[in-house]
Nanobody, 124 residues
Framework: QVQLVESGGGLVQAGGSLRLSCAAS????????MGWFRQAPGKEREFVAA????????YYADSVKGRFTISRDNAKNTVYLQMNSLKPEDTAVYFC?????????????????WGQGTQVTVSS
């Protein structure tokens, strides 16, 4: 069982930056590929970024490529999402998720554990 707790959300002006953190419980954190997803009001939850257990490979949605960076610190059982050049359309609840497996995944159903989410609001 893995428990995930996100933090770092808040209100920021367009063009600003935020760094989200996701702290995980468990001794085998490094074995889990991790992902970030987001859900805007009235929209379905969508994939944002993913990272392998070792941190050696990452993958991004086209909408955030070049602006967001996913990383992880396995010694701290934490995955991060650095968000730069934020836009109002980035406003959403952001969720981290852990996947039992070895490969990256962008589909929500591929993830086994989810956090409760953290709100990110970008004002224009």
């Amino acid at each position: 069982q893995v428990q995930l707790v996100e933090s770092g959300g808040g209100l920021v002006q367009a063009g600003g930056s935020l760094r989200l953190s996701c702290a995980a419980s468990g001794r085998t954190f490094s074995s889990y590929p991790m992902g970030w997803f987001r859900q805007a009001p009235g929209k379905e939850r969508e994939f944002v970024a993913a990272i392998t257990g070792s941190g050696g490979r990452t993958y991004y949605a086209d909408s955030v490529k070049g602006r967001f960076t996913i990383s992880r610190d396995n010694a701290k059982n934490t995955v991060y999402l650095q968000m730069n050049s934020l836009k109002p359309e980035d406003t959403a609840v952001y969720f981290c998720a852990a996947r039992v497996g070895s490969e990256l995944a962008i589909a929500q159903y591929a993830y086994d554990y989810w956090g409760q989410g953290t709100q990110v609001t970008v004002s224009s």
